[in-house]
Nanobody, 119 residues
């Protein structure tokens, strides 16, 4: 089991920026594909960005061009740079390892980090 710890969320105005951080204990981020998921009340978690072991990245359409996922192997961290945020980006953000169908590999989630975007 890998334990994830997310941080960096907060309250931001629409059009602003935030950087979220994720660390994975028990594994190094360089050997895992890491994804950022988000969840709003009443909806399922959705995968919004993933960085593969080879460094390739993929984004959900609604965040393409605004969010950037990256990793720092030396610090064992994965980041999500959120630019030009919108109120619809408001959610709790989590990290996990996505399977090929985007479902999370590990059943235990971290505490997540709340992002609230005001209009």
């Amino acid at each position: 089991q890998v334990q994830f710890v997310e941080s960096g969320g907060g309250l931001v105005q629409a059009g602003g920026s935030l950087r979220l951080s994720c660390t994975a204990s028990g594994r190094t981020v360089s050997i895992l594909s890491i994804g950022w998921y988000r969840q709003v009340p009443g909806k399922e978690r959705e995968l919004v960005a993933v960085i593969r072991t080879g460094g390739n990245t993929n984004y959900e359409d609604s965040v393409q061009g605004r969010f950037t996922i990256s990793r720092d192997v030396a610090k064992n961290m994965v980041y999500l740079q959120m630019n030009t945020v919108k109120p619809e980006d408001t959610a709790v953000y989590y990290c996990n390892v996505p399977r090929s169908d985007n479902t999370p590999l590990f059943p235990v989630w971290g505490q997540g980090t709340q992002v609230t975007v005001s209009s």
